[in-house]
Protein backbone atom coordinates (compact mmCIF):
# COMPACT_ATOMS: atom_id res chain seq x y z
CA UNK A 1 0.00 0.00 0.00
CA UNK A 2 1.62 3.32 -1.17
CA UNK A 3 0.59 6.24 1.61
CA UNK A 4 0.88 10.26 0.50
CA UNK A 5 2.18 10.65 4.05
CA UNK A 6 4.02 10.07 7.18
CA UNK A 7 2.93 6.20 7.06
CA UNK A 8 5.17 5.68 10.06
CA UNK A 9 3.43 7.76 12.14
CA UNK A 10 0.79 5.24 12.81
CA UNK A 11 3.24 2.53 13.89
CA UNK A 12 2.73 1.82 18.05
CA UNK A 13 5.29 3.12 20.20
CA UNK A 14 7.51 0.56 21.36
CA UNK A 15 10.23 1.20 23.70
CA UNK A 16 13.41 -0.63 23.02
CA UNK A 17 16.86 -1.83 24.94
CA UNK A 18 19.23 0.61 23.11
CA UNK A 19 21.55 -0.98 21.13
CA UNK A 20 24.95 0.19 20.12
CA UNK A 21 25.83 -0.02 16.50
CA UNK A 22 29.13 -1.00 14.82
CA UNK A 23 30.43 1.32 11.61
CA UNK A 24 29.97 -1.68 9.81
CA UNK A 25 26.22 -1.91 10.87
CA UNK A 26 25.91 1.56 9.69
CA UNK A 27 27.64 0.86 6.43
CA UNK A 28 25.29 -1.95 5.72
CA UNK A 29 22.63 -0.04 6.49
CA UNK A 30 23.32 2.69 4.43
CA UNK A 31 24.61 0.67 1.56
CA UNK A 32 20.53 -0.65 1.70
CA UNK A 33 19.09 2.38 2.00
CA UNK A 34 21.43 3.69 -1.30
CA UNK A 35 20.32 0.44 -3.40
CA UNK A 36 16.36 1.39 -2.33
CA UNK A 37 17.25 5.27 -3.45
CA UNK A 38 18.04 3.50 -6.78
CA UNK A 39 15.79 1.64 -7.36
CA UNK A 40 12.62 3.41 -5.95
CA UNK A 41 13.19 7.22 -5.76
CA UNK A 42 10.47 9.13 -7.83
CA UNK A 43 13.67 11.30 -9.19
CA UNK A 44 15.50 8.78 -10.80
CA UNK A 45 18.43 11.00 -12.52
CA UNK A 46 19.04 12.41 -8.89
CA UNK A 47 19.73 9.20 -7.36
CA UNK A 48 23.24 8.69 -8.31
CA UNK A 49 24.26 12.18 -6.62
CA UNK A 50 22.08 11.64 -3.78
CA UNK A 51 23.81 8.04 -2.88
CA UNK A 52 27.18 9.82 -3.63
CA UNK A 53 26.59 12.38 -1.21
CA UNK A 54 25.39 9.62 1.84
CA UNK A 55 28.86 7.80 1.28
CA UNK A 56 30.80 10.86 1.56
CA UNK A 57 29.06 11.78 5.22
CA UNK A 58 29.70 8.05 6.18
CA UNK A 59 33.14 8.46 5.20
CA UNK A 60 33.29 11.97 6.68
CA UNK A 61 32.38 10.71 9.45
CA UNK A 62 29.61 12.24 10.03
CA UNK A 63 27.03 9.64 11.75
CA UNK A 64 29.53 8.95 14.04
CA UNK A 65 27.95 10.37 17.03
CA UNK A 66 25.11 8.17 16.38
CA UNK A 67 25.45 5.24 18.43
CA UNK A 68 21.83 3.64 19.10
CA UNK A 69 19.23 2.26 16.50
CA UNK A 70 17.19 5.28 17.13
CA UNK A 71 19.86 8.38 17.11
CA UNK A 72 21.22 6.86 13.66
CA UNK A 73 18.34 6.24 12.41
CA UNK A 74 17.52 10.18 13.00
CA UNK A 75 20.44 11.28 11.90
CA UNK A 76 19.87 9.40 8.44
CA UNK A 77 16.42 11.15 8.13
CA UNK A 78 17.98 14.92 8.64
CA UNK A 79 20.66 13.94 6.34
CA UNK A 80 18.37 12.75 3.66
CA UNK A 81 16.33 15.79 3.97
CA UNK A 82 19.38 18.38 4.15
CA UNK A 83 20.37 16.70 0.88
CA UNK A 84 16.60 16.43 -0.83
CA UNK A 85 14.40 18.60 0.74
CA UNK A 86 12.28 16.34 0.43
CA UNK A 87 10.32 15.59 3.66
CA UNK A 88 8.92 12.15 2.81
CA UNK A 89 12.50 10.71 3.53
CA UNK A 90 12.23 8.88 6.98
CA UNK A 91 13.89 6.05 8.17
CA UNK A 92 12.93 4.25 11.66
CA UNK A 93 14.48 2.01 14.29
CA UNK A 94 11.55 -0.27 14.74
CA UNK A 95 12.46 -3.88 15.16
CA UNK A 96 9.12 -5.24 17.11
CA UNK A 97 7.26 -3.63 14.19
CA UNK A 98 9.06 -5.23 11.78
CA UNK A 99 9.00 -9.02 13.44
CA UNK A 100 5.20 -7.68 13.50
CA UNK A 101 5.27 -7.12 9.83
CA UNK A 102 7.19 -10.48 9.14
CA UNK A 103 4.65 -12.56 11.19
CA UNK A 104 1.56 -11.42 9.17
CA UNK A 105 3.08 -11.90 5.89
CA UNK A 106 4.03 -15.40 7.43
CA UNK A 107 0.48 -16.03 8.37
CA UNK A 108 -0.80 -14.41 4.71
CA UNK A 109 1.77 -17.19 2.85
CA UNK A 110 0.43 -20.24 5.12
CA UNK A 111 -3.11 -19.46 4.24
CA UNK A 112 -2.94 -19.26 0.92
CA UNK A 113 -1.03 -22.26 0.83
CA UNK A 114 -3.72 -23.80 2.21
CA UNK A 115 -1.61 -24.79 5.32
CA UNK A 116 -2.21 -24.20 9.15
CA UNK A 117 -0.49 -21.99 10.78
CA UNK A 118 1.82 -23.08 13.79
CA UNK A 119 0.23 -22.28 17.02
CA UNK A 120 1.40 -18.46 17.70
CA UNK A 121 -0.21 -15.48 19.25
CA UNK A 122 -1.99 -13.57 16.95
CA UNK A 123 -0.82 -10.96 15.39
CA UNK A 124 -2.14 -7.35 15.68
CA UNK A 125 -2.20 -4.74 12.85
CA UNK A 126 -1.30 -2.18 14.80
CA UNK A 127 -2.28 0.36 12.44
CA UNK A 128 -5.78 -0.51 11.66
CA UNK A 129 -5.47 -0.25 15.82
CA UNK A 130 -4.01 3.14 16.63
CA UNK A 131 -6.66 4.55 13.16
CA UNK A 132 -9.61 3.18 14.88
CA UNK A 133 -8.91 4.84 18.74
CA UNK A 134 -8.43 8.08 16.84
CA UNK A 135 -11.77 7.87 15.07
CA UNK A 136 -10.16 7.20 11.41
CA UNK A 137 -8.87 10.76 11.86
CA UNK A 138 -11.79 12.44 12.51
CA UNK A 139 -11.03 14.38 15.63
CA UNK A 140 -14.44 17.18 15.62
CA UNK A 141 -17.71 17.09 13.65
CA UNK A 142 -20.13 19.96 14.76
CA UNK A 143 -22.32 22.93 13.56
CA UNK A 144 -21.24 26.10 14.21
CA UNK A 145 -23.81 29.16 14.67
CA UNK A 146 -25.28 29.97 11.64
CA UNK A 147 -25.91 26.61 10.27
CA UNK A 148 -22.46 26.11 9.13
CA UNK A 149 -20.69 22.76 9.06
CA UNK A 150 -17.34 22.00 10.54
CA UNK A 151 -15.35 18.86 10.32
CA UNK A 152 -12.04 18.87 12.01
CA UNK A 153 -9.89 15.63 9.76
CA UNK A 154 -6.41 14.88 11.18
CA UNK A 155 -5.61 12.01 8.43
CA UNK A 156 -7.20 10.07 5.75
CA UNK A 157 -7.10 6.07 6.30
CA UNK A 158 -7.07 3.68 4.11
CA UNK A 159 -10.40 4.38 2.68
CA UNK A 160 -11.88 0.69 3.46
CA UNK A 161 -11.55 1.84 7.06
CA UNK A 162 -12.60 5.12 7.36
CA UNK A 163 -15.80 5.54 4.29
CA UNK A 164 -18.50 4.59 6.95
CA UNK A 165 -17.03 6.74 9.37
CA UNK A 166 -16.62 9.21 6.37
CA UNK A 167 -20.17 8.56 4.84
CA UNK A 168 -21.92 9.14 8.12
CA UNK A 169 -19.64 12.70 8.91
CA UNK A 170 -21.11 14.03 5.61
CA UNK A 171 -24.46 12.81 6.53
CA UNK A 172 -24.49 14.99 9.50
CA UNK A 173 -23.43 17.59 7.81
CA UNK A 174 -25.31 17.84 4.94
CA UNK A 175 -28.25 20.03 5.89
CA UNK A 176 -25.60 22.97 6.56
CA UNK A 177 -25.72 26.03 4.57
CA UNK A 178 -21.97 26.20 4.56
CA UNK A 179 -18.92 23.82 5.12
CA UNK A 180 -15.43 24.10 7.17
CA UNK A 181 -12.87 21.36 6.55
CA UNK A 182 -10.03 22.05 9.18
CA UNK A 183 -7.06 20.35 7.62
CA UNK A 184 -4.66 22.15 9.65
CA UNK A 185 -3.00 19.14 11.64
CA UNK A 186 -3.68 16.79 8.76
CA UNK A 187 -0.55 14.78 8.80
CA UNK A 188 -1.58 12.86 4.94
CA UNK A 189 -2.59 9.53 4.42
CA UNK A 190 -3.46 7.31 1.40
CA UNK A 191 -5.45 7.22 -1.50
CA UNK A 192 -8.13 6.88 -3.05
CA UNK A 193 -9.98 8.62 0.50
CA UNK A 194 -9.16 12.15 -0.73
CA UNK A 195 -10.93 11.67 -3.84
CA UNK A 196 -13.72 9.91 -2.75
CA UNK A 197 -14.29 12.44 -0.12
CA UNK A 198 -13.57 14.83 -2.74
CA UNK A 199 -16.59 13.31 -4.79
CA UNK A 200 -19.31 14.49 -2.06
CA UNK A 201 -18.58 18.02 -3.99
CA UNK A 202 -19.04 17.44 -6.99
CA UNK A 203 -21.24 16.09 -9.76
CA UNK A 204 -21.82 12.45 -10.02
CA UNK A 205 -20.08 12.19 -13.47
CA UNK A 206 -16.50 11.00 -12.39
CA UNK A 207 -14.07 13.60 -13.22
CA UNK A 208 -10.15 13.46 -13.11
CA UNK A 209 -8.76 14.13 -9.69
CA UNK A 210 -5.14 13.50 -10.34
CA UNK A 211 -2.97 12.03 -12.41
CA UNK A 212 0.16 10.55 -11.04
CA UNK A 213 3.68 8.97 -11.95
CA UNK A 214 5.48 5.71 -10.53
CA UNK A 215 9.05 5.47 -10.70
CA UNK A 216 9.24 2.11 -9.96
CA UNK A 217 6.95 0.90 -13.02
CA UNK A 218 7.75 3.93 -14.80
CA UNK A 219 4.35 4.15 -15.49
CA UNK A 220 1.59 7.24 -15.51
CA UNK A 221 -1.94 6.18 -13.83
CA UNK A 222 -5.28 8.55 -13.14
CA UNK A 223 -7.58 9.23 -10.07
CA UNK A 224 -11.02 9.43 -10.92
CA UNK A 225 -13.55 10.81 -8.10
CA UNK A 226 -16.43 8.02 -8.12
CA UNK A 227 -20.09 8.48 -9.58
CA UNK A 228 -21.30 6.47 -6.06
CA UNK A 229 -21.04 7.83 -2.52
CA UNK A 230 -22.45 6.60 0.77
CA UNK A 231 -24.46 9.90 1.51
CA UNK A 232 -25.76 13.01 0.22
CA UNK A 233 -23.61 15.05 -2.39
CA UNK A 234 -22.65 18.69 -0.98
CA UNK A 235 -23.77 20.37 -3.95
CA UNK A 236 -24.59 24.47 -4.58
CA UNK A 237 -22.84 25.10 -1.77
CA UNK A 238 -19.51 27.29 -0.25
CA UNK A 239 -16.73 24.87 0.89
CA UNK A 240 -14.20 26.33 2.83
CA UNK A 241 -10.59 24.19 3.74
CA UNK A 242 -8.07 25.27 6.56
CA UNK A 243 -4.64 25.05 5.99
CA UNK A 244 -1.30 25.36 7.70
CA UNK A 245 2.33 24.61 7.87
CA UNK A 246 1.27 21.47 9.45
CA UNK A 247 -1.34 20.44 6.61
CA UNK A 248 0.98 17.26 4.88
CA UNK A 249 1.07 15.57 1.83
CA UNK A 250 -2.50 13.74 1.47
CA UNK A 251 -3.89 16.74 3.68
CA UNK A 252 -2.35 19.32 0.70
CA UNK A 253 -3.13 16.86 -2.18
CA UNK A 254 -7.40 17.48 -1.36
CA UNK A 255 -6.90 21.00 -0.42
CA UNK A 256 -4.85 21.26 -3.70
CA UNK A 257 -7.45 19.43 -6.07
CA UNK A 258 -10.36 21.39 -4.14
CA UNK A 259 -9.02 24.87 -4.76
CA UNK A 260 -8.10 23.94 -8.56
CA UNK A 261 -11.28 22.29 -9.58
CA UNK A 262 -12.74 25.90 -8.37
CA UNK A 263 -15.09 23.66 -5.55
CA UNK A 264 -13.24 25.52 -2.51
CA UNK A 265 -12.05 28.76 -0.65
CA UNK A 266 -8.71 27.96 0.64
CA UNK A 267 -7.90 29.78 4.18
CA UNK A 268 -4.97 29.74 6.55
CA UNK A 269 -1.32 29.42 5.74
CA UNK A 270 0.74 27.98 2.92
CA UNK A 271 0.81 24.39 3.55
CA UNK A 272 3.91 21.95 4.08
CA UNK A 273 4.83 21.62 0.55
CA UNK A 274 5.48 17.42 0.65
CA UNK A 275 3.59 16.44 -2.54
CA UNK A 276 5.42 12.36 -3.33
CA UNK A 277 4.01 9.64 -2.10
CA UNK A 278 5.69 7.19 -0.37
CA UNK A 279 7.00 3.68 0.13
CA UNK A 280 7.75 1.66 3.55
CA UNK A 281 10.76 -1.02 2.71
CA UNK A 282 12.31 -2.58 5.23
CA UNK A 283 16.13 -2.55 5.45
CA UNK A 284 17.22 -5.42 7.45
CA UNK A 285 14.98 -6.67 10.53
CA UNK A 286 15.59 -3.16 12.34
CA UNK A 287 15.12 -0.42 10.26
CA UNK A 288 12.43 0.90 7.84
CA UNK A 289 13.19 3.25 5.11
CA UNK A 290 10.51 5.98 4.05
CA UNK A 291 10.87 6.88 0.53
CA UNK A 292 9.54 8.93 -2.05
CA UNK A 293 8.03 6.80 -5.29
CA UNK A 294 5.76 8.46 -6.99
CA UNK A 295 4.39 12.46 -7.92
CA UNK A 296 1.48 13.84 -8.73
CA UNK A 297 0.22 15.94 -12.23
CA UNK A 298 -2.63 18.03 -11.40
CA UNK A 299 -5.08 17.82 -14.61
CA UNK A 300 -5.33 22.21 -14.85
CA UNK A 301 -2.08 23.18 -13.29
CA UNK A 302 0.04 20.21 -15.06
CA UNK A 303 2.34 20.27 -11.67
CA UNK A 304 1.44 19.60 -7.70
CA UNK A 305 2.74 21.44 -4.69
CA UNK A 306 6.32 19.59 -3.99
CA UNK A 307 8.02 22.36 -2.38
CA UNK A 308 5.71 24.85 -2.79
CA UNK A 309 2.80 23.96 -0.58
CA UNK A 310 -0.79 25.29 -1.37
CA UNK A 311 -1.16 28.95 -1.08
CA UNK A 312 -4.30 30.19 0.28
CA UNK A 313 -7.52 32.33 -1.38
CA UNK A 314 -7.17 34.00 1.96
CA UNK A 315 -3.73 34.24 4.18
CA UNK A 316 -4.56 34.87 8.27
CA UNK A 317 -2.99 33.55 11.10
CA UNK A 318 -3.69 30.05 12.19
CA UNK A 319 -5.77 30.86 15.14
CA UNK A 320 -7.68 33.54 13.45
CA UNK A 321 -8.52 30.94 10.10
CA UNK A 322 -11.88 29.55 11.64
CA UNK A 323 -13.25 32.63 12.29
CA UNK A 324 -12.27 33.95 8.93
CA UNK A 325 -13.80 31.33 7.20
CA UNK A 326 -16.90 31.14 9.34
CA UNK A 327 -17.13 35.54 9.04
CA UNK A 328 -17.03 35.05 5.29
CA UNK A 329 -19.34 32.06 5.56
CA UNK A 330 -22.32 34.44 7.08
CA UNK A 331 -21.43 37.43 4.64
CA UNK A 332 -22.23 34.40 1.75
CA UNK A 333 -25.03 33.55 3.05
CA UNK A 334 -26.19 36.95 4.45
CA UNK A 335 -25.68 38.29 0.64
CA UNK A 336 -27.13 35.09 -0.66
CA UNK A 337 -30.38 35.45 1.13
CA UNK A 338 -31.90 39.11 0.06
CA UNK A 339 -34.97 38.72 -1.36
CA UNK A 340 -34.65 35.08 -1.88
CA UNK A 341 -37.16 33.23 0.61
CA UNK A 342 -39.89 34.50 2.62
CA UNK A 343 -38.02 34.30 5.59
CA UNK A 344 -34.59 36.63 4.55
CA UNK A 345 -35.01 39.32 6.94
CA UNK A 346 -35.26 37.60 9.80
CA UNK A 347 -32.65 34.72 8.63
CA UNK A 348 -30.29 37.63 7.71
CA UNK A 349 -31.00 39.72 11.17
CA UNK A 350 -29.73 36.32 12.45
CA UNK A 351 -26.79 35.62 10.59
CA UNK A 352 -25.78 39.51 11.07
CA UNK A 353 -25.70 38.99 14.50
CA UNK A 354 -23.35 35.71 14.46
CA UNK A 355 -21.28 37.25 12.54
CA UNK A 356 -21.17 40.55 14.68
CA UNK A 357 -20.23 38.38 17.80
CA UNK A 358 -17.60 36.31 15.87
CA UNK A 359 -16.10 39.81 14.88
CA UNK A 360 -16.05 41.32 18.51
Same mark, same amino acid.
Given at each position: ????????????????????????????????????????????????????????????????????????????????????????????????????????????????????????????????????????????????????????????????????????????????????????????????????????????????????????????????? =??? &????????? *? @?????? +? /? %????????????????????????????????? =??? &????????? *? @?????? +? /? %????????????????????????????????????????????????????????????
Amino acid at each position: MIALGLALALSPLFSFAEEILSAAEKAEVIEQIQASIEENYVFADRADALNQSLGERLEAGQFDAAHSGETFAEALTESLFELTNDKHFLVTYNPELIENRQARREQASQAEAGSEPEAAEPSIDWNLWYAEKENFGFEKVEILPGNIGYVKLTFFQPLAWMQATLDSTLDFVSHTDALIIDLTRNGGGYAPSDSYFGSFFLEPEPMLWMSSYDRRSDERSEEFT =VKD &VGAERYLGK *P @VYILVG +P /E %TFSLGEKFAYAMKHVGRARIVGQVTAGAAHAID =VVE &VDDRFLFQV *P @VLRNIH +P /E %TGKDWEGVGVVPHVVVELDQALRAAHIEALDGLIEDAADKTRYHSRYQARLQDIRAQLAD
